[in-house]
């Protein structure tokens, strides 16, 4: 299962959100490279789907049950990894939802709630543990999953979603300069419209979608989640060991 280049041979990375789309296909980018792979989430039967797949290849790969919105499931998910493989050294903080989209002066307060709950606060959870580790322990790399859509571009009727993504982007950047010292260097991806189920609106067709991207997003088609684990892989990976504080937009275009 390993590539050519094994750039992540020796490592144990944890990829949150790591039971579909593309933290799934982080998982197996980071398997493939010789990482062992740690998937975390709330639907144990997810993450051993994504095991199950990184272990048909031949790679080394383990799932924790975690919600990312309760710090004592962030912490037992660091610890637990610690124990069982012996140290931390990548996260892929990609756990995120989307939210029932409504004008900002419409939303339901739980929706509201749920979006910044999991996008943000899961996020800033996901990295005081993990940086807790990281720092006392030599370093490390993280990487957030941000979006193309809340500090790079604004959409009516996703003002929660743009919210709470335009916070994990100013939160890494902050964090990526706190830490960077301690050897802990942070970046954080904000992949555009990717083959999943949030690149549909309701009742679209995979026909009607990909016309309405074609006419907005440059290079015409939606992401590939490939294309935006290989992203998030080089962001991890020593290639961009001077890249700190990045917010690495992934759309096609679509923001240029």
């Known amino acids: ?12 990375a944890l990829v949150t959100g790591g039971g579909r789309n593309i933290g799934r296909q982080a998982a197996l980018t980071f398997a493939r490279g010789g990482a ?27 799932s924790v049950v975690a919600d990312v919105t309760r710090s004592a499931d962030v912490a037992a998910m660091v610890a637990t990894i610690v124990e069982r493989h012996g140290g931390l050294h990548i996260a892929f903080n990609n756990a995120g939802i989307f939210g029932k989209p409504g004008p900002v002066a419409e939303l339901d307060e739980d929706v509201w709630s749920a979006v910044l709950a999991v996008n943000t606060t899961g996020i800033w959870l996901s990295m005081k543990y993990e940086i807790e580790h990281m720092r006392a322990n030599g370093g490390g790399v ?34 990526a300069r706190e830490y960077i010292g301690e050897g802990v260097r942070i ?23 990909d016309a309405r991207v074609r006419s907005v997003v440059p290079i015409g ?36």
């Open 187 to 209: 970046n954080a991806v904000s992949p555009g419209g990717t083959d999943t189920p949030m690149s549909f609106r309701p009742g679209e067709t995979v026909e009607d979608r």
């Open 142 to 175: 993280i990487v957030n999953s941000a979006s193309n859509i809340g500090f790079h571009s604004r959409r009516p009727g996703l003002g929660a979603y743009a919210a709470s993504k335009g916070a994990v982007s100013v939160l890494t950047r902050t964090a």
């Open 36 to 62: 062992t792979v740690v998937v975390a989430g709330p639907d144990l039967t997810d993450l051993e789907e994504t095991v199950a797949l990184i272990e048909a290849e031949g790679g080394k790969g383990s």
């Open 1 to 12: 299962m390993t590539d050519t280049t094994a750039r992540f041979a020796g490592k144990v």
């Open 221 to 256: 088609r939606v992401a590939q989640t490939r294309e935006i684990a290989d992203a998030v892989a080089w962001l991890a990976s020593d290639d961009a060991s001077f890249v700190v504080g990045h917010d690495l937009v992934v759309d096609g275009g679509a923001t240029a």
